[in-house]
């Protein structure tokens, strides 16, 4: 991975505002402030304002140094890598997420996480935070992922540009982490999360995406009024690719695996450091006041069985004892294992 700011530092040039972004083990991105940047993103280009990137932080990540553990079966730099920088205004967070790739692969299905993918995780909790906390987590296996993890795999389209990507949250009514898909005219009206994919060339694609800091880490964590100058939230995820000779995907993570790997690994989230000058955070309506919920695939509805394989139906799950151990079962995929309450 390339820091280019740590490299300033140890050359001695003269210090710069972003200068805590560096970090010895590579786990911070800085956040810039940005003028000028555009209400709507979803043109097909990307937008100027990420033109002059001289001397800002950003991150690199190639094979095989930056692969997820026995997921690295890449030819080499060029069969797939990924950049990515991030930007901010007092509205949402920008990031630019820009992947070279030779061959591109479409998805086979509205949940398909291995074809060419951008896999990205939210979290208004800062890194260490999200790592270490005893009661903020979603009781599946040992993982990272808390209750305002989001998770977004959005594909690159091979014949056809993407339209949709897959979302993945802890949905408090099904008591469980939940995933469907949802298009881009919903993925505004329901979250004013926008996304544009742009194609540059026949093996490089770039995904604008704007975040209003309101739907961040889900509606209600980073509020109105909040002061973003100098705050962390956390971050991971990187590329799937499959290259259509591979049954499984190879994939390149941030930090070596990403939060579905929980304890006893190293922390897998990474932070998004947000430079001085953002200011206060300022509220963002969305297209709509009522929301259509997202479209769950019936590959991702859960069903639950307890230990002794009963199936407990979902509208008894509430009345079912807090701290029970229950199998959480994807319909058609496999199971994990849930424990209901905090």
Known sequence: MIRP????????????ASAQCADPFDAVLCVYPVTGAPTEIRDNAVSNFWSDWSGKDYMQMIPPDDCYPGRCNFSGESDANIEI????????????????????????????????????????????????????KIGLYTTDLTYTTQQFQVWMGASALPTGCRIAYYDELMWAWTAGYIDWNMLESQYGLQVDVIALSSTQKAQEWFFPW???????????????????????????????DNVDPDCLRWLGKDPWSGAPDPNNWGDLEL??????????????????????????????????????NLGTLRNVSTRTVLVNRPVNDRASVLVLGR
């Open 5 to 16: 700011l740590t490299v300033l530092a140890v050359l001695g040039f003269a210090a710069m």
């Open 85 to 136: 920088k991030a930007a901010g205004t007092s509205r949402g967070l920008y990031i630019l997420l820009t992947v070279t790739d030779n061959t591109w692969v479409d998805r086979a299905s509205a949940d398909d996480w291995g074809a060419d993918a951008v896999d990205i995780y939210f979290d208004a909790l800062d890194a260490n935070t999200a790592h270490t906390c005893t009661d903020c």
């Open 214 to 244: 309101g739907s961040y880490g889900k509606k209600g964590t980073i509020l109105a009024g909040t002061l973003l100058d100098g705050k962390k939230i956390a971050f991971s995820g990187g590329y799937n690719d499959k290259d259509g």
């Open 275 to 312: 430079q001085a000058g953002m200011g206060l955070v300022e509220p963002v309506s969305v297209k709509r006041e009522k929301h259509l919920p997202v479209s769950i695939t019936t590959k991702t509805m859960r069903e639950y069985y307890t230990l002794q394989g009963q199936r407990v």
